[in-house]
């Protein structure tokens, strides 16, 4: 009787030792598709770590080609505003100039005026 309940004691343990290798497998084999998924997770941040470095790269492109564009904007602005100022300069001597012209003529229609005068004087 004692041996009888040894045996089953031992079947029992056997039952329990199959039932724990059977988990032991399953959590290997659980353990070995979360390794895969992982590797599958590390090679897909990988292509999103590649993607976001191009995108960064262009991104100080950009920035770089924004930056020489303001640069050359600032410097055309100086040019143009010298430009405005030799253009107002250069009126300013037209005005001057016009001014002169005219006084010059006013001076000739007044000496041909006088030279009409004394031409008809010498008549």
């Not at 090679?43 to 924004?66: F, G, M, Q, T, Y």
């Amino acid at each position: 009787r004692k041996n009888a309940e040894t045996n089953a004691e031992l079947q029992n343990t056997k039952l329990k030792l199959n039932e724990t290798e059977t988990k032991l497998e399953e959590a290997r084999l659980k353990l070995n598709e979360t390794e895969l998924e992982l590797e599958r997770t590390k090679e897909e941040l990988n292509v999103i770590v590649v993607k976001l470095e191009k995108v960064n790269l262009a991104s100080n492109d950009c920035r770089d080609e924004v930056e020489h564009f303001q640069l050359k904007v600032r410097e055309n602005s100086i040019e143009l505003n010298s430009t405005r100022e030799e253009l107002q300069s250069t009126r300013e001597e037209l005005n001057s100039t016009k001014t002169e012209l005219n006084s010059t003529r006013e001076e000739l229609n007044s000496t041909k005026t006088e030279l009409n005068s004394t031409r008809e004087e010498l008549n």
